[in-house]
């Protein structure tokens, strides 16, 4: 089984500041890695797939990078709506699996 | 715009059984694998199953595997997922997603369904 490992578990920023969220994967997963975003009560939201791409409708200033075992999801110029917890899930094979988490706290 | 309306959470003894439902639309059903995914109260994402386009493939999670399982009806757009022999930590809400294709991402998910293990 592929264990993600994210970091920090908590991560507190201002608004209109820059926030970089890290994931592991080991072992290593290509870019088959996703990230969601899950704003307090409400289900996730698909952000970023095959490591980089922005999924539909996701503004530009989330960016994803990495390939392999480390991978970044940045956020840059923060707003009050980013401000929600992060996952990063592999899809390289079965089982799927999903890091614990970051939670993105306003400063 | 996709739609997952998930249904049949509840509150069930521990060894008891559960169906939950998942009716689909904004989509053709029929093209798309289908999983469930679970949270438990303030704990992380977890997968727990994933159907092909068809039904003729399943997958699990070590932790469900043999107690669930996974079906779908793609005349009537519904995805399933039986729990049997439920255990405390199986509570969670659950989720039911839409997946890009098998062993690929969620592009979309379902508001959930609270399932409460408890005597």
């Known amino acids: 089984e592929i264990v993600m490992t994210q970091s920090p578990a908590n991560l507190s920023v201002s608004p209109g500041e820059r926030a970089t969220l890290s994931c592991r994967a080991s072992?290593?997963?290509?870019?088959?890695l996703a990230w969601y975003q899950q704003r307090p009560g409400q289900s996730p939201r698909l952000l970023i797939y095959?490591?980089?791409t922005r999924a539909t409708g996701i503004p530009a200033r989330f960016s994803g990078s990495g390939f392999g075992t480390e991978f970044t999801l940045t956020i840059s110029s923060l707003q009050s709506g980013d401000f929600a917890v992060y996952y990063c899930?592999?899809?390289?094979?079965?089982?799927?699996?999903f890091g614990q988490g970051t939670r993105l706290e306003l400063k | 715009e996709v739609q997952l309306l998930e249904s049949g959470g509840g509150l069930v003894q521990p060894g008891g059984s559960l169906r939950l439902s998942c009716a689909a639309s904004g989509f053709t059903f029929s093209s798309y694998a289908m999983s469930w995914a679970r949270q438990a109260p303030g704990r992380g994402l977890e997968w727990v199953s994933t159907?092909?386009?068809?039904?003729?493939?399943?997958y699990y999670a070590h932790s469900v595997k043999g107690r669930f399982t996974i079906s779908r009806d793609n005349s009537n757009n519904t995805l399933y997922l039986q729990m049997n022999s439920l255990r405390a930590d199986d509570a969670a809400i659950y989720y039911c997603?839409?997946?890009?294709?098998?062993?690929?991402?969620?592009?979309?998910w379902g508001q959930g369904t609270l399932v409460t293990v408890s005597s």
């Open positions: 072992p290593g997963v290509s870019s088959n």
């Open positions: 095959g490591a980089s």
């Open positions: 997603t839409k997946d890009q294709g098998i062993q690929q991402w969620v592009d979309s």
């Open positions: 159907i092909s386009y068809s039904g003729g493939t399943t």
């Open positions: 899930q592999h899809y390289n094979n079965w089982p799927l699996t």
